[in-house]
Every structure is written in structure tokens, then in C-alpha cells.
T-cell receptor, first 112, second 113 residues
């Protein structure tokens, strides 16, 4: 069955450092992959989308890579800030229905 | 201006009751979704409607019945509530496309006692 795994433990880093979050998947060939941010008590908010034929995407301090051979995506936040503390979800999709399959999420805590 | 709104925000009810959650989007999107997020924060698709037509139904018990009166609204009715239905339910919407992002509502926390 399809499986999507993210860093199972919370990730604690110091302000100013680069946070790197991992998303690994099996038994799936997604057409594209998305990253969302979720704050406590709120719905997920879209951050970045990367297609299967793209290696890397950037948006301000955010960078996503997508390796379809390794079946892995890495999500980087450079110059991290305490305001970046949240749960980050990766989601895979493919097919005409735009059905998203979400990973388990990684809780990021940026310490001042 | 709220893009995707849900009511109520919190819902506490007894086992066996019937309840509804409402969702509205003002983004002009064609497609709407219902997700369930369990206590372990795992977010799973339940249903999707495109322009009032059901396009995704993820083997959800038939006690759950989505209803889309128009493409801006997607309501979720749950019959005979069970303890295991306790979760946060999120509505989302997107333009109809094979590659697009989804916009989520604030969620409805359902607690079944």
C-alpha cells in the first residue's frame, strides 16, 4: 500500500540555522508533491508545489527538492525564525481527481 | 474576507446522535473536499465534489453523507455518531485541475461522548 513518511520526531533547531525536513514515499508515482504548513487549531496552508520533472523549487527562504529515483522530497527553511515553528505536511498527488495523500507531518520548533 | 469557512468550530455531542457540519467557499472554485484529521494529526481525504458531482469517496462508512447544494457549499452529515468519529474535520476547495493547490478551512473539532 502507499506510504508517506516524514521525520517522526519533532525537529528542534536554533534560530538562524537551516531546517531540513524529509518526506519519503513508497508504492507511489506522484505527478507532483506539495508542502503545507499547519499551525495549532488551524487548517493547512499551502507553501510550495513541485512537479515530477522538476528537481528543485524555491520561494523566498523556502526550498524544496524532489528526487523520484530516491522517492524523497526535502524541504529546507533557511535563516529559520521562531515564527517558522509549526507542523509541516508533505502531500503527494497524481491523476485526474487531484486527490492528495498527506504524510504524517513534522513538528518544527525554532528556538530563539 | 474568509476564503473557506466552516460551522460550527466546535461540536460536542452524544453517541448515536446525528449532526451536520457546513462548509462554504467564496473563491469561485469548482472542487471541494472533506478531510478527517485524527488524534495523531494524520490528515485523510474522505470525499471530493466537483461542481456538485461526487468524484472521490474514500470508503467512508455510509453514516457519512456529503451534500453539495451548489458548487460553493459542501456540507457533511453524520448519522449515528460513534466515539471513533471524534476528530477534526477540514473542508477544502481548489480550482478543477489535475495540478492545483487546496485551500483549507479552519476545521471543526467534533467530540463524541
Amino acid at each position: 500500500s502507499q506510504k508517506i513518511e516524514q521525520n517522526s520526531e519533532a525537529l528542534n533547531i536554533q534560530e538562524g540555522k537551516t531546517a531540513t525536513l524529509t518526506c519519503n514515499y513508497t508504492n507511489y508515482s506522484p505527478a507532483y508533491l506539495q508542502w503545507y504548513r499547519q499551525d495549532p487549531g488551524r487548517g493547512p496552508v499551502f507553501l510550495l508545489l513541485i512537479r515530477e520533472n522538476e528537481k528543485e523549487k524555491r520561494k523566498e527562504r523556502l526550498k524544496v527538492t524532489f528526487d523520484t529515483t530516491l522517492k524523497q522530497s526535502l524541504f529546507h527553511i533557511t535563516a529559520s525564525q521562531p515564527a517558522d515553528s509549526a507542523t509541516y505536511l508533505c502531500a503527494l498527488a497524481g491523476g485526474a481527481t487531484n486527490k492528495l495523500i498527506f504524510g504524517t507531518g513534522t513538528l518544527l520548533a525554532v528556538q530563539p | 474576507d474568509t476564503a473557506v469557512s466552516q460551522t460550527p468550530k466546535y461540536l460536542v455531542t452524544q453517541m448515536g446522535n446525528d449532526k451536520s457540519i457546513k462548509c462554504e467557499q467564496n473563491l469561485g472554485h469548482d472542487t471541494m473536499y472533506w478531510y478527517k484529521q485524527d488524534s495523531k494529526k494524520f490528515l485523510k481525504i474522505m470525499f471530493s465534489y466537483n461542481n456538485k458531482e461526487l468524484i472521490i469517496n474514500e470508503t467512508v462508512p455510509n453514516r457519512f453523507s456529503p451534500k453539495s447544494p451548489d458548487k460553493a457549499h459542501l456540507n457533511l452529515h453524520i448519522n449515528s455518531l460513534e466515539l471513533g468519529d471524534s476528530a477534526v474535520y477540514f473542508c477544502a476547495s481548489s480550482p478543477f485541475s489535475s495540478v492545483t493547490t487546496q485551500y483549507f478551512g479552519p476545521g471543526t473539532r467534533l467530540t463524541v461522548l
